[in-house]
């Protein structure tokens, strides 16, 4: 098989992708391994996604329906429950052996690709909790995945750690299922999620909210029986005589995303150790010519739309590196003071560009500046920025010859 | 002192809302759009949310059929509702927006599929 | 042996503890009385070893320890097994009860494998590094040193028949100084009497050249070729399975808890599922060897548990790093293996393990002390590895004696009794050469009583479902066609696919849990946890094995993972 582009992962960011690179007048093949398209739109069932792009509530489902049906109205194909086994290049193509139920496995040679991979959740090892390993530890997404498209309930008397948008989404569907959900646990000091989700998922029903605290222990030896939690000192370590027991049967975690690229690595690319994805440029174009990448798999963004958005960029991009229009980003973006990160990395001269940043901790009345050497690009003042509220910014073509452009954040002096 | 502090949570922008009463009147500030003030208005007189679950359904394909309130719905009646979408089975292969009910019993709200059942 | 009594007195006073008791029973020092912590508890064991005695039993107390400890036990209760009757009765699933089970099928034997949790291999043979040791780092003339260097000449052979896998990735002993480089010729001369081949002396250059990660401040190493890496828990499978095929029987969740004793001789063992006449007792109950001892009246050890705690790392580290490397061990005195960095042969890197001596012998909770030591002086060892990369962490604990060395005999005193204890490190490595040894200690002893004969249908080769990832394409292309399942991957961080997971809850030696799936088919022991996994799994064991979804375990029963379901009130109208 031979395809133009090839995009992997049929999420919002993929069937944005495959849409875009249509539209572009390329061949594309698109694979999902999972049986049904929408990736993890499928399990969010919430409503509140599509306000930028539709100024609609849409639940998860909804919101990937529109865009399947317009992937499907241009007979874009799918393949389903298709596993990417081996990537490599060869002669500058993108050499792929694919399995899926129905073909077995089969190669497929693509000139340019889409990876729209999506993000995995960080586990109860990687926030190193300590003891056994009894059933009833679940992370956010797996609770999600078997409430809201099983029907299954993992647990009667939940304790929630971390403070992400899915875990306070899911203290609100376990306590509108029938559970009890007897707090969220936040070792930092202030809430992880976006604020109108503690409002509405957690104050709404009356779960209460520990900031500076954390799981230290967890009891039992076949299921979860309670947990240790304690209070936190500065650096995050629990604080002696703060323990304190909860009897429980679970404990969910919802204690970050991370972009999945696993598959991209092997061929070498650039990635940005604060994302966790790779570097990019304003075309979603990686350091490797003719590989793209978008959605939750650049970097984790907090708006569906902002998602979608990323994958009709790459998708027309990579359309036109089929047709030879489209060169890399060389143009290095840094992510300065106050920045926790800025996406993309790089960007081509000549050329509009959508960037996102977050702010490194929450800070009133600020000043975005983008410059160049001395010279001030562009300005931007905010009310209020939080690292867990993602900014988009347009920036306008920038001159050929630049070798760096730096974010920074500058307070604005307080006259009160 | 007459103010109530809120967080809008109509949009991610999460606007801090200050609603005064002082005058009488409702007066909101801190909104960076209308619904800003709307949502404050409903806040302070009657509260609402819209609502997502889901239903049972007959096929072991799609046992689950995710769903929402289309509008909002008075916020100290969730649980009686979860009561009402608890005990629905659907027989039907439905698409996004076919209705599951018509009106949900002590709303005029209708309640929606918002998933397509078809697609396996 | 009265002199021998007086010496270790003398020794225990000279080390402050006056007041423990010495007296002799059968051949062995048994001390008692009591001290202020574990640490002295096990001063005072090693105190009392190498006064000609054959084991010290150490039943000193602890103050303030009390008898609190861990210890998993079957909930079950049944007479299922009551008055049945076999040959061999082999107590513990362990790589080693499961390696003699299957030595021991060679032989036309009615053998049954007792095993008190709810699968094999979740103690110890789960927990540990999965090396073949090339029998350097033990004493020449020791038991461990002869069981060791005989295991590693059989492992090529057992692997081939038993269909696991195994790889001799070779190891390096890592010099931090580079006058130890001098110590080559002495390495090299030991290395030959204690049997190895091929031990070479790597200078700091050619170490970088096979190894281009290495720290920095590593001076040079002593090679040593004849390492190997298996997935421990997937020799116990095999092994058992083997067992199985060749008529063996397994019993999951059958705990022996004691014996009925006819003078000198065993004649049925007590379990929760009721009494079993046994011909002939194997002890290979690992960490609990000296209690089933006990139970025959033949204790004549202690085991005292050293717990190691053991990181794993994301797969993506796996090409960084080509051999097993570890710090030269110098000193000699020291009981571990020292741990450092294992390459695993399902393609993970390996970090560990610690050595503490605690006194509860199944607690396998870890500490972020313990991970902090993995991280600051294993990790360095490779320059490429970051603490991000620790995908999951557990402890196990070594089965150790005071003599430090394994038990493989006879009893003196009890007829019919073997035993196969106090197989610490490196019991996985030697488990093929303790196993025939036991199988022909067991065979001698019942040839005394009948005449046993050869299994005509023994088949030394396991049978085993098919591998697809192993397969060549053509082959897995035919798999695929045959059987779509074999096509549909579920686990997405192994590549495990639905077919395999099938395969497993129907093997020989079924897997009906979350866990046992996991050492079988190693879905969701890759980087995500079982994060996307777990539900398809859970639905797959609820549909081969017919059972409802919240009865479905993570392990054993008690375990379950889901507590009921949503929309029950809509559904009960329609299912009646
Ligand atoms: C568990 C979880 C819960 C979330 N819940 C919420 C929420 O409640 N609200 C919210 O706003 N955001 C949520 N998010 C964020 C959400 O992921 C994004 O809003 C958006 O769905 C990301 O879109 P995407 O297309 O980048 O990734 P995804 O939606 O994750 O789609 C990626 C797709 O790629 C497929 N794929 C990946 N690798 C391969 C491969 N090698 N071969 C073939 N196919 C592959 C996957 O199966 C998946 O279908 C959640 C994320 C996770 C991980
Ligand atoms: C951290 C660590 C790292 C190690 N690394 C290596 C290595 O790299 N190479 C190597 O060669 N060795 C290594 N070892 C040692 C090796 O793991 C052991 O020697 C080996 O697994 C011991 O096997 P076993 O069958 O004796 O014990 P186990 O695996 O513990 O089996 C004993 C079984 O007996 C059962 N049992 C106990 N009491 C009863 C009862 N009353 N009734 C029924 N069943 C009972 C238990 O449930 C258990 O399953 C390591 C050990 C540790 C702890």
Redesign the interface.
């Known amino acids: 098989m031979k395809t133009d582009v090839m995009v992997i992962g049929a999420g919002p960011a993929g069937l944005s992708a495959a849409l875009a690179a249509n539209q572009g007048g390329a061949g594309v093949l698109l694979i999902e391994r999972e049986s049904r398209p929408g990736g993890i739109l499928k399990q969010c069932i919430h409503d509140g996604f599509g306000i930028v792009r539709y100024n609609e509530k849409l639940s998860g489902p909804e919101y990937a329906f529109c865009d399947l049906e317009a992937v499907k109205s241009r007979n874009i194909e799918i393949l389903k429950n298709t596993f990417v086994l081996d990537l490599k290049m060869k002669d500058s193509k993108f050499k792929l052996l694919l399995q899926n139920p129905d073909k077995g496995v089969f190669p497929v040679t693509a000139t340019s690709l889409v990876a729209a991979t999506g993000c995995r959740e960080r586990t109860s090892r990687q926030v190193f909790i300590h003891g056994d390993r009894p059933a009833g530890i679940y992370s956010a997404g797996t609770a999600q995945n078997l409430i809201n498209i099983h029907g299954y309930l993992p647990g009667r008397k939940c304790v929630v750690l971390g403070s992400g948008d899915i875990g306070m989404i899911m203290a609100r569907r376990l306590t509108l299922e029938g559970a009890e959900v007897l707090g969220v646990y936040e070792i930092k000091s202030e809430v992880s999620g976006l604020t109108r989700n503690l409002v509405q998922c957690l104050e709404d029903f009356d779960i209460p909210l520990y900031l500076n605290s954390t799981v230290t222990k967890v009891h039992g030896a076949r299921r979860v029986e309670g947990v240790t939690v304690a209070a936190v000192g500065p650096d995050y370590s629990p604080l002696f005589g703060t323990e304190s027991y909860i009897p429980c049967d679970t404990l969910l975690l919802s204690v970050g995303l991370i972009p999945e690229n696993d598959i991209l690595e092997p061929l070498g690319l650039a990635m940005d150790t604060s994302t966790g994805g790779p570097i990019v440029d304003q075309q979603m174009m990686t350091t490797i010519p003719g590989l793209f990448s978008c959605g939750n798999a650049t970097h984790v963004y907090d708006l569906v739309d902002h998602v979608s958005e990323s994958g009709a960029t790459a998708g027309s991009a990579a359309a036109g590196y089929c047709k030879k229009d489209c060169v890399q980003g060389e143009i290095e973006v840094k992510a300065g003071d106050n920045l926790l990160y800025a996406v993309p990395q790089r960007l081509v001269p000549g050329k509009d560009s959508v960037v996102y940043f977050r702010s490194a901790r929450t800070m009133d009345n600020v000043l975005l500046q983008v410059e160049a050497g001395e010279k001030v690009l562009t300005n931007k003042k905010y009310i209020r920025l939080r690292p867990p509220e993602m900014e988009r910014l347009v920036l306008e073509p920038l001159p050929a010859g630049l070798e760096k452009v730096v974010l920074s954040l500058k307070e604005a002096e307080t006259d009160a | 002192m007459p103010e109530t502090l809120?967080?809008?949570?109509?949009?991610?922008?999460?606007c801090?809302l200050v609603v005064d009463t002082g005058s009488g009147e409702l007066v909101v500030s801190g909104n960076q759009c209308r619904k800003g003030e709307e949502y404050a208005h409903d806040e302070i007189i009657n509260p609402t949310?819209?609502?997502?679950?889901?239903?049972?359904t007959?096929f072991p394909d799609f046992?689950?059929l995710?769903v929402?309130t289309d509008g909002e719905v008075p916020?100290d009646k969730?649980?009686e509702i979860?009561d009402i979408i608890?005990?629905?089975?659907v027989e039907k292969r439905l698409?996004?927006?076919d209705v599951v009910l018509e009106k949900i019993p002590g709303t005029g709200t209708p309640l929606i599929a918002?998933?397509?059942m078809r697609?396996? | 042996m009265e002199g021998g009594l007086q010496l270790v007195k003398k020794t225990l006073q000279s080390k402050g503890f006056p007041q423990v008791e010495l007296s002799e029973r059968r051949g062995a020092v048994v001390l008692e009385g009591e001290v202020q912590n574990w640490d002295d508890y096990l001063a005072a064991g090693y105190g009392a070893v190498g006064y000609g005695f054959r084991g010290v039993v150490n039943n000193i107390t602890v103050s303030g320890l009390k008898n609190c400890f861990t210890e998993s036990r079957p909930a079950v209760k049944d007479l299922s097994l009551d008055s049945s009757e076999f040959d061999v009765v082999i107590v513990g699933g362990g790589i080693i009860g499961c390696a003699i089970a299957r030595e021991l099928s060679r032989w036309d034997l009615k053998i049954a494998l007792l095993e008190k949790e709810d699968d094999i291999a979740k103690h110890t043979s789960s927990r540990n590094n999965g090396m073949i040791h090339p029998a350097m780092a033990v004493k020449l003339g020791s038991k461990k040193h002869h069981y060791n260097l005989r295991g590693n000449r059989m492992y090529d052979q057992v692997a081939g028949e038993l269909g696991f896998e195994l790889e001799w990735p070779g190891s390096l002993a890592l010099l931090t100084k580079s006058w130890q480089i001098l110590l080559g010729p002495l390495a090299k001369r030991s290395a030959r009497k204690k049997g190895l081949h091929g031990v070479k002396v790597f200078s700091r250059r050619k170490v970088k050249d096979l190894e281009p990660n290495i720290g920095d401040e590593q001076r040079g190493a002593f090679y040593m070729p004849e390492s190997g890496i298996v997935a421990p828990y997937k020799v116990t499978v095999a092994y058992a399975e083997n067992a199985i095929q060749n008529g063996a029987r397994l019993f999951m969740n059958t705990m022996v808890q004691g014996f009925v004793m006819e003078g000198s001789r065993i004649a049925g063992v007590r379990t929760n599922r009721g009494i079993i006449q046994a011909g002939l007792v194997v002890n290979a109950a690992g960490i609990w060897s000296d209690r089933i001892a006990e139970m025959a009246g033949d204790r004549f050890f202690t085991i005292h548990p050293r717990k190691g705690v053991i990181a794993i790392l994301d797969k993506k580290t796996r090409n960084s790093q080509k051999l097993i490397l570890g710090r030269a061990q110098l000193n000699g005195r020291s009981h571990t293996k020292g741990g450092g960095l294992t390459p695993l042969i399902d393609g993970n890197i390996l970090v560990g393990p610690t050595a503490t001596e605690t006194p509860d012998r199944e607690d396998y909770s870890t500490s972020a002390k313990e991970l902090q030591f993995l991280e600051e002086n294993h990790l360095p060892l490779n320059k490429a590895l970051k603490k991000d990369d620790f995908i999951t962490y557990f402890a196990g604990t070594r089965a150790c004696t005071f003599e430090e060395d394994f038990i493989v005999e006879a009893s003196k005193y009890v007829e019919n009794l073997v035993h196969a204890a106090g197989i610490q490190s490196p019991g996985l490595a030697s488990a093929p050469a303790i196993a025939v040894d036991v199988t022909d200690i067991a065979v001698s002893i019942l040839k005394k009583k009948a005449d046993i004969k050869a299994n005509p249908n023994f088949n030394p080769r396991r049978l085993e479902a098919p591998n697809p990832g192993k397969l060549g394409l053509e082959d897995r292309n035919r798999l695929i066609a045959a059987n779509p399942s074999y096509g549909r991957i579920i686990c997405r961080c192994e590549m495990v696919s639905e077919g395999e997971v099938v395969d497993a809850i129907h093997a020989t030696l079924p897997a009906h849990s979350i866990d046992a799936i996991k050492r079988r088919a190693r879905a969701g022991m890759g980087r995500c946890q079982g994060g996307f996994c777990t539900p398809a799994v859970l639905n797959i064991i609820s549909r081969e094995i017919n059972s409802d979804i919240t009865e479905v375990c993570k392990r054993e029963p008690g375990s379950e993972m889901i507590v009921g379901r949503t929309k029950d009130k809509a559904r009960a109208g329609y299912e009646n």
Do not use: H, W, Y
């Open positions: 809120m967080t809008c949570i109509q949009c991610p922008l999460s801090r949310r819209s609502l997502t679950s889901t239903v049972a007959i046992p689950l995710p929402r916020k969730i649980f979860m608890n005990s629905i089975l698409r996004p927006g918002t998933a397509d697609e396996l």
